[in-house]
């Protein structure tokens, strides 16, 4: 049977199918009872030759052919058009896809990004603020292709006669799956995207929330974001008539005044605040600004051991409340409506700060003083005149020459071999100040450490240990570098890269400038001394250039403002709205505020209430403080006592070692809070119980420093020391082993 298959020809073959067809199809035909009973032995080979003849036969028929033939010629035409020139240069179809849009967004499901993100009430600003940044890109959905896609497959059929006529042969859908389906590969991809961009082009994101504000599904949403912007334009329109075309005018108190300003302009350790404290002593009613509450009770110290009666207010403690005279406070609490006849605003380069450097914009403004003293490094000179002359005032300038000769080191620096005595280390983190004077204290050498978390009165001690010879080096990050008179000989820069709340980047100029000016004390070492163990380079350059002059202050927050309809967050949205848009003025970092704000709006609309929590200086991102402030202000806001003894932190009078240094830093950060908070809603007597127990906890803290017994860093799973600066937590060994496991794809 295989010799006779090979050797017929293909017409023998159709013949002998077409009689099969033609005997098949004879019904009048009798019917054989042996072929009822299965094929006799005699017919059985040439039964079986039929039937693999009658299944070549299926795609031998002359219709057979003639739809081959079409699917050929039709994919022949496709494979060689080109479609972007067949759609994309039809005006009258670029013309009905672009109306299919308008369609399309009117009526249909609209979704955003890949990920087919559907629009909801709660995300149609965030879909509206990526609209606006993504362009309309985003909008290119799978279901907004296929209602284009229709328009353009039906293009592509109609624009050959040989693909129109192989559709329209086909009887059934699925017949001309295969012929649509290639359609699609050559143009849903390829054509798609820069044709949705061709018909899309025409409208901005105004038209496009037009066309959804008449589709059923976003009307409300669109209809409410129009109202909120209504009010938000409102509100804007509002502030901008609270707020006076010229900005000084803010203050109107200041502005009645004629008032005169003397810069005290120089380097670190040039002495220009010995001399503005001078002027504070001898005048009979002054203030003294500075930016941290250490050198506002430095001053407050000076003040009451030269015979001067002083008070020290900060935003958590008030010391000797009774004397109006003269005050020592940090920069937040000044008070624009007292009259002094001498004001002291100490650092003022601190006016660039994103976070605080408005209030000493607010200072140099608003301060009623006849006789105004601003001292800082040189970069914060001509805008603070700027500022001046905008108020109308006089002033003059002084500038210090440092006292002492200062000399960036060619030796190499080795940690922790050359260290000496006197030596200020600097690094840029707690867990690094801790770690390098752990490794020290373990080969001998005592040290005083300094960071910004530190508690001040335990900073304070620290200091008076370095300066009476207690210990032999201090450990410290930047917080050295503002307003500390230490017998510094030399400033060693153990790191050149900082993390400032967003990045992790080099020092800047005026911040090597700033630390390593601690270094000398006329008198003592009559030549200080720099050094780095990494990147000398970046320290020795930063003194031989000036650093970049401040150009832009930021804007203080006008607490007219409160009075405005709308929420609090709001207008303080709006206002840094306002900021940003100025390019003489930098922007406010106000997102904290922003955050808090909203959170206590669920509570609340007083606004006045609201400002004043807002504004408590505490860490929000730690959540058993942030447990308390909120519990602080349902009580205000309910009316109810706030049980402040519940949250005062128990002392025990069991010793305490180096684990328990955060333990004991978070219970002061507490007590902190509690004293901010009952210096403005509590009794005297409530405020001094916490301040006790404050102080109680600070004595703590200090009997662990002084057991020089710091912790050294170890490897989390072996146990075993790493280096102080190390960027892991585990040693190198453990690394290769964990490494090596199976887990890790290891061998």
């Keep these: 049977m295989k010799n006779i298959r090979g050797n017929a020809d293909s017409s023998a073959i159709d013949r002998l199918l077409v009689e099969a067809s033609d005997n098949n199809s004879n019904s009048s035909a009798p019917v054989d009872t042996k072929s009822q009973n299965g094929p006799s032995p005699d017919t059985k080979g040439t039964s079986s030759k039929k039937k693999r003849h009658k299944k070549k036969n299926k795609a031998g028929t002359p219709e057979q052919k003639l739809e081959k033939e079409r699917f050929g010629k039709a994919v022949a035409y496709i494979e060689r058009m080109d479609p972007s020139q067949i759609i994309m240069q039809d005006e009258e179809l670029i013309d009905d896809l672009s109306k299919e849009l308008v369609n399309f967004f009117k009526t249909q499901k609209v979704t955003y990004f890949k990920s087919e993100a559907p629009i909801t009430a709660d995300n149609y600003s965030v879909f509206l603020d990526q609209l606006g940044k993504k362009s309309m890109s985003i909008l290119l959905s799978r279901h907004l292709r296929n209602a284009l896609y229709g328009k353009m497959e039906d293009k592509i059929i109609t624009s050959s006669k040989e693909v129109s006529d192989y559709i329209d042969s086909c009887t059934t859908p699925k017949q001309s799956l295969r012929i649509r389906k290639l359609i699609k590969s050559r143009v849903y991809n390829r054509v798609m995207d820069p044709c949705y961009n061709m018909i899309s082009a025409p409208y901005s994101i105004k038209d496009i929330r037009d066309m959804l504000w008449y589709n059923p599904r976003y009307h409300d949403f669109e209809e409410a974001k129009r109202q909120e912007e209504s009010a938000a334009e409102l509100l804007t329109a509002n502030i901008l008539k609270e707020i006076p075309d010229y ?169 922790p071999d050359d260290v000496q005595n006197k030596d200020a280390l600097i690094v840029f983190s707690k867990r690094n100040v801790l770690a390098c004077a752990a490794e020290l204290q373990g080969i001998g050498i005592s040290c005083s450490i300094i960071y910004g978390a530190l508690p001040y009165d335990v900073r304070k001690e620290e200091v008076r240990k370095f300066t009476d010879g207690e210990t032999s080096v201090v450990v410290a990050t930047d917080a050295i570098g503002m307003g500390m008179n230490l017998p ?64 832009k202050v930021a804007l203080p927050f006008p607490e007219s403002l409160l009075g405005l309809d709308g929420s609090l967050s709001d207008i303080f949205t709006r206002w840094g709205a306002i900021q940003q848009k100025n390019d003489a003025f930098n922007q406010t970092d106000l997102s904290v505020e922003i955050k808090l704000c909203r959170f206590l709006e669920q509570k609340t609309d007083d606004k006045e209430l609201i400002y004043k929590f807002i504004t408590m200086p505490f860490d929000e991102d730690n959540v058993n403080l942030f447990m308390i402030w909120e519990e602080m202000a349902d009580c205000e806001i309910e009316h109810d006592i706030f049980d402040y003894r519940r949250f005062i932190p ?44 404050r102080s109680d906890i600070a004595v703590k803290i200090m009997e662990v420093l002084s057991k020089q017994e710091l912790v050294k860093r170890k490897c989390r799973s072996c146990g075993k020391q790493i280096k102080w600066n190390s960027p892991y937590n585990i040693c190198s060994e453990c690394y290769e082993k964990h490494m090596r496991s199976p887990f890790y794809g290891g061998y």
């Design 247 to 415: 900005y000084p005018d803010l203050y109107p108190a200041a502005r009645r005044m004629k008032r005169h300003f003397i810069l005290h302009i120089g380097p670190t350790n040039s002495g220009k605040t010995y001399d503005s404290i001078q002027a504070l002593e001898r005048a009979a009613v002054g203030i003294y600004l500075g930016p941290l509450r250490l050198l506002a009770h430095e001053v407050y110290e000076k003040l009451t051991a030269d015979g001067v009666p002083c008070r020290m207010k900060t935003g958590e403690e008030d010391i000797c409340p009774d004397i109006r005279d003269h005050q020592a406070s940090t920069i937040e609490m000044l008070d624009t409506a007292k009259h002094y006849n001498v004001a002291v605003i100490d650092e003022i380069q601190m006016i660039a700060d994103r976070q605080r450097g408005r209030m000493w914009t607010a200072a140099i403004l608003g301060v009623c003083a006849d006789e105004v003293h601003l001292c800082g490094a040189p970069e914060g000179r001509d805008i603070a005149i700027k500022l001046i002359e905008d108020c109308g005032d006089s002033y003059e300038v002084i500038t210090h020459e440092r006292a002492t000769q200062l000399v960036v080191e060619k030796d190499h620096f080795s940690f």
């Design 650 to 693: 128990e002392v025990l009078n069991t010793s305490y070692n180096a684990e328990d240094l955060s333990f004991l830093e978070e219970n002061y950060q507490v007590c902190d809070l509690l004293c901010y908070y009952l210096t403005r809603f509590g009794l005297p007597e409530e405020y001094e119980e916490v301040s006790e127990a």
């Design 488 to 551: 510094i000989r030399r400033v060693v820069f153990l790191e050149s890269e900082k993390f400032d709340g967003v990045t992790k980047r080099p020092l800047r100029t005026e911040e090597i400038l700033q630390i390593g000016g601690r270094a000398g004390r006329r008198g003592l070492y009559d030549i200080g001394y720099v050094n780095a163990e990494f990147r000398k380079n970046l320290i020795r350059n930063a003194f031989k250039s000036a650093p970049e002059p401040i150009e």
